[in-house]
Nanobody
């Protein structure tokens, strides 16, 4: 079992920045590749970013490429999402997730999820 707890969400103006953090506890953190997803009201959960267990490979949705950066610290059991140049369309609940294997873009591939943190970007 793995417990994931997100933090760092909030309200920010368009063009601003936020840094989300996800703290993991339970099983060995390096057993998992990690991802961030988001879900806006009335929409399906969508892939945002993912990182391999070593941090050597990262992946981004086209909508956030160049603005968001995912990173992990295996010594601290954390994975972060730095979000810059935020847009109103980035408003959503952001979820941290962990997976053993499978497609990094598919929510169904992830085995554990956090409770989510709200990000609201005002225009």
């Amino acid at each position: 079992q793995v417990q994931l707890v997100e933090s760092g969400g909030g309200l920010v103006q368009a063009g601003g920045s936020l840094r989300l953090s996800c703290a993991a506890s339970g099983r060995t953190f390096t057993s998992f590749a990690m991802g961030w997803f988001r879900q806006a009201p009335g929409k399906e959960r969508e892939f945002v970013a993912a990182i391999s267990w070593s941090g050597g490979s990262v992946y981004y949705a086209d909508s956030v490429k160049g603005r968001f950066t995912i990173s992990r610290d295996n010594a601290k059991n954390t994975v972060d999402l730095q979000m810059n140049s935020l847009k109103p369309e980035d408003t959503a609940v952001y979820y941290c997730a962990a997976r053993y294997s499978g497609s990094y873009v598919s929510a169904g591939s992830y085995d554990y999820w956090g409770q989510g943190t709200q990000v609201t970007v005002s225009s």
